[in-house]
């Protein structure tokens, strides 16, 4: 785990976050938790690190997310630097569509 953010409130939103088991509670709970905007942006980002893991341009990730370039260099530089925590989600998302 990356130190850089590790504390214990950090955890206690991660455990809670691991206790919902079906979308529609994930639904409620950051509707609790986020504001629509939060959530957004956390969407867009994860729609954005998908496509450049697809290999997609930058200029079709920015017609079909609206993130900007420099969102998409942020997202770019984790996938390219980062703890791999993108690779591993849509590794187990793949996984669970072949099912």
Same mark, same amino acid.
């Given at each position: 785990?990356?130190?850089?953010?590790?504390?214990?409130?950090?955890?206690?939103?991660?455990?809670?976050?691991?206790?919902?088991?079906?979308?529609?509670?994930?639904?409620?709970?950051?509707?609790?938790?986020?504001?629509?905007?939060?959530?957004?942006?956390? *969407?867009?980002?994860?729609? %954005?690190?998908?496509? +450049?893991?697809?290999? =997609?341009?930058?200029? #079709?990730?920015?017609?079909?997310?609206?993130?900007?370039? *420099?969102?998409?260099?942020? %997202?770019?530089?984790? +996938?390219?630097?980062? =703890?791999?925590?993108? #690779?591993?989600?849509?590794?187990?998302?793949?996984?669970?569509?072949?099912?």
């Amino acid at each position: 785990m990356s130190g850089k953010i590790e504390n214990d409130n950090i955890d206690f939103l991660f455990k809670s976050i691991l206790q919902l088991q079906d979308i529609e509670e994930c639904y409620d709970f950051f509707e609790d938790l986020c504001t629509v905007q939060e959530l957004k942006t956390l *969407a867009q980002r994860i729609v %954005v690190a998908k496509m +450049l893991s697809e290999k =997609c341009v930058y200029t #079709d990730i920015v017609a079909k997310t609206g993130a900007s370039t *420099a969102t998409i260099s942020r %997202v770019n530089r984790s +996938l390219q630097y980062g =703890c791999d925590g993108y #690779d591993k989600i849509f590794e187990r998302l793949k996984n669970e569509d072949e099912l």
